[in-house]
């Protein structure tokens, strides 16, 4: 598997299991760094650890179904978690489309390649702002800059802790 | 997990996943302004389908009316046209009663200015037969009271005298005819001259010498001297002064508007009237010692 955007056909993917509880407590690691980092560290901020725990599971579970589901609990744990200013699914719906495009991609391309994942998640992140600047300024009428260097600078932040951050994953997998 | 194989299934579960969360959006968010966010969608969300619905049927309906329900249209027409031309003759009697109105008003108004005095109001129900005489005909006659050389004016001034007076009718002969002629004064020097017509719009006024000062608009006023009208009464003012001999040519042009008459009030008695004019005042004020007081004057008489 050298090629990262290698295409194949659906039966040459293999999809990954994992250990048993693996993704609920990845999941809640993640939402809890998330919540407790920027507190000491402002720029950790940058992050978005639930997004990244979305991307993962949806490019290794390779299933939609489970990867939009996957990304709905976390999407609005993450909305609970963020206050009385963000109202419920203003990330669920975000990581749920996340979640349902990161499966659905994983389904035909190897992703498994640190680049691939670095650029899927550079992707996917910058679609994922896009999806909450749209909700916030459609939906809840809220006036939200759509792109700018602060995007990118995280964007790539992101994508490069990911690379790292699905490494320390892949050890839960159960093969 | 649950788990849904098929890939179909996926994207419903997906849009299911994506409105719930939406409508969840909604039940949350509460404008100041217009209230649940969720009913500001739903209305957005209805409204277009409203609108164009209402846009349809607004384009069916005005195409029906306008082609396809034209059948009556001319029937329609004809009918509108003619109750356009009933009310057009409607409004134009309903101006003229107005205008008949306003100046019943005015005679009204005049007579219950000289309650003392008596007059008889009548109508103009017609006018000479020929060009050879300037008269008209009134509407009351013997049986109202009226006779013979009485005098006949409206509230601007003198009109005429009757000259026939028939049991429902009469006749005034104009102070423009030729046979016409009144006594009068001009009302700042208090010369005294009788003033007749010419079968013109203007009357003459004869035997001024052209010693005497006389002054263009000048008023000139009933004398009483010739036994048919009482002092005072605006004639007419002074519009034309030519020197002549032995007197002056003095054409005056008449107080009341002779060409249209409608309403007349005919004076059964000499009884003197105080007649207020709006051309000039301050000439409207008699200057002579029997003009000071027309009441007094009267008096005299």
Redesign the interface.
């Known amino acids: 598997m050298n090629g990262a955007f290698d295409i194949r056909g659906e039966s040459h993917i293999e999809v990954h299991k994992f250990r048993v509880g693996a993704i609920i407590i990845a999941t809640l690691m993640a939402l809890v760094i998330q919540t407790w980092t920027p507190v000491h560290f402002s720029k950790a901020a940058l992050l978005d650890l639930p997004l990244l725990v979305t991307i993962y599971f949806g490019l290794s579970r390779r299933n939609p179904s489970t990867g939009l589901l996957l990304g709905m609990a976390i999407g609005l744990a993450q909305d609970s978690l963020s206050g009385p200013t963000v109202p419920l699914g203003l990330y669920g719906i975000a990581k749920t489309i996340i979640g349902y495009l990161a499966s659905s991609l994983g389904a035909r391309l190897d992703t498994e390649h640190p680049a691939a994942r670095c650029a899927l998640t550079f992707a996917f992140f910058v679609a994922h702002q896009g999806l909450i600047v749209v909700t916030r300024r459609i939906l809840l009428a809220q006036p939200e800059p759509w792109f700018n260097m602060h995007l990118i600078v995280a964007a790539l932040v992101n994508a490069l802790v990911a690379v790292f951050l699905f490494l320390l994953l892949d050890r839960l997998r159960k093969n | 997990?649950?788990?849904?194989p098929s890939?179909h299934?996926?994207?419903v579960?997906?849009a299911g996943?994506?409105v719930l969360?939406?409508l969840?959006?909604?039940v949350?968010?509460k404008?100041d302004s217009e209230g649940r966010?969720i009913r500001v969608?739903t209305v957005g969300a209805v409204s277009p389908f409203e609108r164009a619905g209402s846009n349809g049927f607004g384009w069916i309906r005005n195409t029906w009316r306008h082609y396809f329900a034209l059948q009556n249209t001319t029937r329609e027409n004809e009918q509108i046209r003619r109750e356009n031309d009933a009310l057009k003759l409607q409004i134009a009697q309903l101006q003229g009663k107005a205008a008949e109105a306003d100046r019943l008003a005015v005679l009204l108004n005049f007579r219950q200015s000289h309650g003392e005095v008596p007059m008889i109001a009548a109508r103009v129900i017609g006018a000479g037969a020929g060009t050879a005489s300037l008269t008209i005909q009134l509407d009351r006659g013997e049986r109202d009271g009226i006779r013979k050389n009485m005098g006949v004016i409206t509230p601007d001034g003198v009109v005429g005298k009757v000259v026939e007076a028939y049991p429902n009718a009469s006749q005034v002969l104009l102070l423009t005819d030729k046979e016409s002629g009144v006594g009068a004064m001009l009302a700042d020097s208090r010369i005294q001259s009788p003033i007749g017509g010419q079968g013109e719009p203007l009357l003459v006024m004869k035997y001024v010498p052209n010693d005497d000062t006389v002054n263009l608009g000048e008023r000139v006023i009933t004398s009483g001297m010739d036994r048919i009208f009482p002092r005072d009464l605006p004639v007419g003012t002074v519009a034309e002064i030519k020197p002549g001999n032995p007197f002056k040519q003095i054409r005056v042009k008449p107080a009341a508007n002779l060409e249209r008459l409608e309403e007349v009030l005919v004076l059964p008695s000499l009884r003197p009237l105080a007649v207020k004019s709006e051309q000039n005042p301050a000439t409207a004020q008699p200057s002579g010692p029997g003009a000071a007081n027309p009441s007094s004057a009267a008096k005299q008489r």
Do not use: G
Request: proline fraction near 0%; hydrophobic fraction near 75%; charged fraction near 15%.
């Open positions: 997990m649950v788990a849904i890939r299934k996926s994207l579960l997906l996943v994506i969360q939406v969840l959006l909604a949350q968010i404008r966010l969608w």
